[in-house]
């Protein structure tokens, strides 16, 4: 690898900006996410120039050489969502060539908002229980203004839940976070029923219709995958139980409720919860 200041730079195979991969930020069934910055050389190394700026502080996934094809997929995906300031935004992609254990690996990196706050699950854990505050409420709305960008794109998220959305800052003096979707792994077109198959998610997330052999999934999973999000965000649960009615609102229960109907062709739309009582004054 090259090096400018003392810090090796990613070899990228195709021209792009010079790049410096961090500390690692989490790991997945793909590989791996972390912490990248771009570095601006005031001269070209090796011949090549900076020829295009990405953001200078991200998060990039990279994925082991076998992974590759599921990481494009995503990547595809996301260009689907470039105008959504609730969805996590996709800078570019890079493949660049790496040493791992002594051997030469090609790998491919998807390059992304970094998310200062971290995850909402991270938020939850670390904020007092039965909180309906101006704050959480207003996460809620840009959950569900995300989701129904999604939907509206005739897209599936499938896995939506509190460690796939992001805290993000818009600036780096803001000091305030935006909650942004993430992960879109598992994504899917919806055409009609077949395209509903294979069911994928996280179990304690994934909706009744999803179980068993003869499961499906459609939006209307991603709406009780909504009302757990909730259930989670107001009392660090995901399961209901009626003790738990006593700690919310009324209007939170109902909002929860609405989402978690066995019947998935009853459950509202997001653009429909956007309009219920429990967000209002947000």
């Known amino acids: 690898m090259a090096k400018y200041n003392g810090v090796e730079l990613e070899k990228s195979v195709h021209s792009l900006p010079f790049w410096a991969r ?6 997945g069934g793909f590989g791996c996410v972390y912490f990248a910055r771009m570095i601006t050389l005031p001269t070209p190394i090796d011949g090549i120039s900076h020829v295009r700026s990405f953001h200078p502080l ?8 076998s992974k590759s094809k599921e990481l494009e997929d995503e990547k595809k995906i996301l260009d689907n969502f470039v ?10 992609d890079d493949t660049t060539i790496n040493i791992i254990d002594g051997n030469k690996k090609v790998l491919y990196n998807v390059f992304l908002e970094y998310a200062h706050g971290g ?21 809620i709305r840009q959950i569900l203004k995300g989701v129904n960008y999604i939907h509206e794109k005739g897209f599936i998220h499938s896995d939506l839940n509190p460690e796939n959305i992001l805290l993000v800052k818009e600036r780096e003096e803001d000091t305030f976070f935006v909650a942004k979707i ?18 994928v998610g996280t179990l304690e997330y994934l909706a009744p219709e999803c179980l068993g052999k003869n499961g ?22 995901v399961k209901w139980s009626n003790d738990l009615s006593h700690h919310i609102s009324e209007e939170a229960k109902d909002f929860i409720m609405k989402c978690i109907q066995a019947n998935p062709f009853k459950r509202p739309s997001a653009k429909m919860l956007l309009s219920h009582s429990f967000l209002a004054n947000t």
């Open 182 to 199: 993430s992960d879109f792994g598992l994504a899917k077109i919806v055409d009609d029923f077949k395209n509903l198959t294979p069911i």
């Open 58 to 65: 991200m998060a990039v996934k990279t994925a082991f050489p």
């Open 22 to 27: 961090g500390q690692i930020l989490g790991e």
């Open 83 to 92: 105008d959504c300031p609730y969805i996590i935004e996709c800078y570019g």
């Open 119 to 139: 995850t909402l699950f991270e938020f939850v854990k670390t904020s007092p229980p039965y909180d309906e505050s101006k704050q959480v409420k207003e996460y």
């Open 216 to 237: 499906i999934q459609g939006q209307f999973s991603d709406i009780w995958a909504i009302g757990i999000t909730i259930l989670f965000m107001l009392t660090k649960n």
